[in-house]
């Protein structure tokens, strides 16, 4: 009896085991690979760049399906990507997908066609995205956004670090509008390293720097994602992520800069702070200088104009390699990055930083995006006199810019844009009359914040000044003397705060208040006025004069 039993025992032990591997193996493919969800379709099916796309119909991310899958109406705008276009998902009430991924940090891009859906009119879908408690979107108004960039379908990404096992990401129809709906056409997952932990971020403030982290969970949205002085890259050409990069003509001032491709016989290096990953070889492989004449490029700087939200903090990542002989030593092309008017990096010479020439590197900048609705970012480059100089010149090969979630509130999400004063007619939204900047910058053009930006210094008392647009750094520097010396202000004052109402306000810099920290000092968030939230930035620094007294500068940031 025994001897049989064993045995048997033993097969169906090892059938058990079996099953947990395979089940195991299942688990680890969904879970730490890419996910393609075309929503509304129930077969798979293969997008322009061959990638297989999986419907959501009767998928395991899609428990107890609730939205109804609907046919986009009509004919798609002529260059709209079939996969996943096509088809979207519904959801007349909030609906969750629930993604199994493994924890770390993931590009989430979703896709959205704004155009009538069977039933379902095209002004209706007005709607929030959230993930779990981060909000991405809110009253997102897709023919809004559509009319607003003119191009019928869009794409957000953001870069989310999930700590549990599952990403959820829930669809609510907006609490604002009656009859409205929330819908999506695709939906994807891409895990990545931990790309944003680079040691060196500076904070980039009046005409100093100072180092500046950022938590490990923090959310970001990507605002562009630029080929400068190349063309535009497809998710299928990016180094590993399906990133789009986008060509960055429509953004320079002026039209500006000679766009150049590395000499053939250069072969790109990637490096251990720079891995291959960072960004495809086509995007350090081209570049934009400001020119061949000296003379022309000392009386202009090379700049880009990039529209983004007020009130949010910005991420700018600076891509750079030199690429062409005869630039292969110090001092020959070293140049100034301004950023908002503001110098972000001095004597930057990419040979020195690099270490030679095809070797890749890039720089991280942080900055404060002050205003109110939609604001224009300038980012600019000249060269620096301050070294003997070979060439007057300066280059750029990429640039990415990413917002940052706002602190403490969990939040990506900025206002509708503006609409258009010439209405546009959604069926006149096709690819052809898209701006030429790709798919990406299509999708993340910017979207209006409802912040002002306010600035005071704080000695016995505080003023807030409301910045007006060019008094910045006046302001900035005039309340940085002793109040004796104070120049005279171009600021408007609004309010004096004494420093007890901003111990108030802070709690007296209550700790669980800090939403950002950087060289500067730490970032507060609080309450003035019985419920206006703002944002506290409290500097520790000397003045020029080497003024050794306690003091503080205060930067705030109203939501009016
Ligand atoms: C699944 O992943 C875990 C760690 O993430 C690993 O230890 C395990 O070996 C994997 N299993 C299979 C079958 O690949
Ligand atoms: C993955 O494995 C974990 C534990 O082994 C289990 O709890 C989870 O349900 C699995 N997920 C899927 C999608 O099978
Ligand atoms: C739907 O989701 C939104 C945002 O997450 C939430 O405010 C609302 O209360 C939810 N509605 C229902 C009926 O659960
Ligand atoms: C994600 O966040 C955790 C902390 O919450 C951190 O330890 C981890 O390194 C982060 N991972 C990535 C890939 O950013
Ligand atoms: C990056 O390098 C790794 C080896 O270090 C290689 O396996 C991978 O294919 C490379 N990726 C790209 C996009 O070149
Ligand atoms: C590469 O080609 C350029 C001209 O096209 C030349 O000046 C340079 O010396 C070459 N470099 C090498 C390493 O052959
Ligand atoms: C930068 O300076 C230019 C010219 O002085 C001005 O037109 C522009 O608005 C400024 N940009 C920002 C972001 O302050
Ligand atoms: C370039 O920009 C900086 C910062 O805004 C400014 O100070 C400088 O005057 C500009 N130079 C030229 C030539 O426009």
Redesign the pocket.
Known sequence: MVLPTLPVTLTFLTLLALLSIAKAADNNSTTSGLILLNCGESTQDDDDGGRSWDGDTGSIFAPSMKGDAAIALGQPPSLTPRVPYTTARIFTSNYTYSFPVSPGRMFLRLYFLSTAYEYYAVSDAVFGVTARNLVLLKDFNALQTAQAITSAYLVREFSVNVSSGSLDLTFAPSAHQYGSYAFVNGIEIVPTPDIFATPDIRFVSGDNTSPFTFDADMSLQTMYRLNVGGPAISPKGD??FYRSWANDAPYILGGFGLTFWKNDNLTIS?TSRV???TA?VDVYGTARSMGPTAQINLNYNLTWILPVDAGFFYLLRFHFCEIQHPITKVNQRVFFIYINNQTAAQQMDVIVLSGGIGRTLYTDYVIMSTGSGQVDMWIALHPDLSVKLVYFDAILNGLEVFKLQGYGVSNLAGHNPPIPQIPVDPSWLSSDARKPEGDMQAAISGTAGGFAFILIALFSTCVICRRKKAAKSSCKTDYGHRPTERKKSTCDIVHRFSFAEIQVATKDFDGALIIGRGGFGNVYIGDIDGGTKVAIKRCNQKSQQGFHEFQTEIEMLCNF
């Open positions: 180094s590993g990637y891995p291959n990953y495809p």
